[in-house]
T-cell receptor
Framework: GESVGLHLPTLSVQEGDNSIINCAYS??????FIWYKQESGKGPQFIID?????DKRQGQRVTVLLNKTVKHLSLQIAATQPGDSAVYFC???????????FGKGTTLSVSS | DAGVTQSPTHLIKTRGQHVTLRCSPI?????VSWYQQVLGQGPQFIFQ???????GRGNFPDRFSARQFPNYSSELNVNALLLGDSALYLC?????????????FGSGTQLSVL
């Protein structure tokens, strides 16, 4: 079946640390993945995406790594800040190509 | 530029009633998708529309329906509301509705069914 899951429901870090949020996906044919950040009372906010022909993509303070061999995705946040506190979702495109399939999310808490 | 806008932001209904939620996509975006997000879970796909045509439908009962208008705005309708329909309903838009396009979400409509 199609499913996207995250390894840890919560992650607590200190301000300035690097954060790593992990995600496993099940559809080996998936060719597009997105990370979203969702703050309380808001809709998911696009962070970074990656296509299956890439292993790594970098943005501003964020890096996404894709390991197709083990069907694993990770989001790395450098120098984590209190404003990074939110729920993070990974998502993959469904087999029909019409929708995103989201995992349950990881809640990142950053303490100063 | 305005992002995806949804109305209303909050809504309270009772079981058996009907509800209509509205969405305006980002200017220039032709595709609108609807997602349901139950507390503590990730969003779940309901519908995708592109150029007024339904392109995809998730695993939701026929009580859920939607449409897209010529200006690319969209409505989600839910009939015969159940307590389990209480959720955050998210609208997202993308340029052309292709599967490898970025989806941009609105802030959602929080629906409570009593």
């Amino acid at each position: 079946g199609e499913s996207v899951g995250l390894h840890l429901p919560t992650l607590s870090v200190q301000e300035g640390d690097n954060s790593i949020i992990n995600c496993a996906y099940s559809n080996s044919a998936s060719d597009y993945f997105i990370w979203y950040k969702q703050e309380s009372g808001k809709g998911p906010q696009f962070i970074i995406d990656i296509r299956s022909n890439m292993d790594k993509r970098q943005g501003q303070r964020v890096t996404v790594l894709l390991n197709k061999t083990v069907k694993h995705l990770s989001l790395q946040i450098a120098a984590t800040q209190p404003g990074d506190s939110a729920v993070y979702f990974c998502a993959e495109v469904n087999q029909a190509g019409t929708a995103l399939i989201f995992g349950k999310g990881t809640t990142l808490s950053v303490s100063s | 530029d305005a992002g995806v806008t949804q109305s209303p932001t909050h809504l309270i209904k009772t079981r058996g009633q009907h509800v209509t939620l509205r969405c305006s996509p980002i200017s220039g975006h032709k595709s609108v998708s609807w997602y349901q997000q139950v507390l503590g879970q990730g969003p779940q796909f309901i519908f995708q529309y592109y150029e007024k045509e339904e392109r995809g439908r998730g695993n939701f009962p026929d009580r859920f329906s939607a449409r897209q208008f010529p200006n690319y705005s969209s409505e989600l309708n839910v009939n015969a509301l159940l307590l389990g329909d209480s959720a955050l309903y998210l609208c997202a838009s993308s340029l052309g509705g292709q599967h490898n396009e970025k989806l941009f979400f609105g802030s959602g409509t929080q629906l409570s069914v009593l």
